[in-house]
């Protein structure tokens, strides 16, 4: 099946400091990336969606300034958390979507467990 | 709108025995039917999905689900289940195939299948 990777796969950073966290889908074209941000024991809360080349959408109660998301490539999405504070501290998913085969399915990446200090 | 519920936190069962995992839905239109399962710290993997045809649908390690349209539901099921099997489980559902719909999915069951 189609792969998405994540990178990093953790990250430690301080209060104040931007996070970028990148999404990947490796051997398909995915025209549309899903951020999601899950914390624990809990569902998936999308946070946003992005289509190659335009602003993504956000979801409501989601701060498009402190939650940046660029999907400049049909290979690449990144989110960049900016100004990260505590209680910005979750997993956070992405999932891809791509033309043809993969249309009508979602595949996501492994995750990215930030903590901020 | 569209949603997904999935009445129980958690199932526990016996290794050897067989599982169902409950999700019922709601949407305005034709429903697309996924399930994914995630283990610790992991993104979601993909298990089984209905999207027309057989109401039985036969995914990855041996799960299984049932499209119910009159119930309304999409249950998933193993006839045996593994220790390995043990891991949280979602439900998902869209109203919009081809579109750019987006995925509901339920709050989770937590999966325990014990030796």
């Known amino acids: 099946g189609a792969v998405v990777s994540q990178h990093p796969s953790w990250v430690i950073c301080k209060s104040g400091t931007s996070v970028k966290i990148e999404c990947r889908s490796l051997?398909?074209?995915?025209?549309?990336m899903f951020w999601y941000r899950q914390f624990p024991k809990q569902s998936l809360m999308l946070m946003a969606t992005?289509?190659?080349?335009?602003?993504?959408?956000?979801e409501q109660g989601v701060e498009k300034d402190k939650f940046l998301i660029n999907h400049a490539s049909l290979t690449l999405s990144t989110l960049t958390v900016t100004s990260a504070h505590p209680e910005d501290s979750s997993f956070y998913i992405c999932?891809?979507?791509?033309?043809?085969?993969?249309?009508?399915?979602?595949?996501f990446g492994p995750g990215t467990r930030l903590t901020v200090l | 709108a569209q949603s997904v519920a999935q009445p129980e936190d958690q199932v526990n069962v016996a290794e050897g025995n067989p599982l169902t995992v409950k999700c019922t839905y709601s949407v305005s239109g034709n429903p697309y039917l996924f399930w994914y399962v995630q283990y610790p710290n992991r993104g979601l993997q993909f298990l089984l999905k209905?999207?027309?045809?057989?109401?039985l649908v036969k995914g990855s390690y041996g799960f299984e689900a049932e499209f119910n349209k009159s119930q309304t539901s999409f249950h998933l099921k193993k006839p045996s289940a593994l220790v390995s099997d043990s891991a949280l489980y979602f439900c998902?559902?869209?109203?919009?195939?081809f579109g750019a719909g987006k995925s509901t999915f339920g709050d989770g069951t937590t999966l325990t299948v014990k030796p």
């Open positions: 998902a559902v869209r109203d919009d195939l």
């Open positions: 992005s289509n190659e080349g335009s602003k993504a959408t956000y």
């Open positions: 999932s891809a979507r791509g033309r043809d085969i993969t249309y009508n399915e979602q595949f």
């Open positions: 209905y999207i027309t045809g057989d109401n």
């Open positions: 051997d398909f074209q995915a025209t549309t």
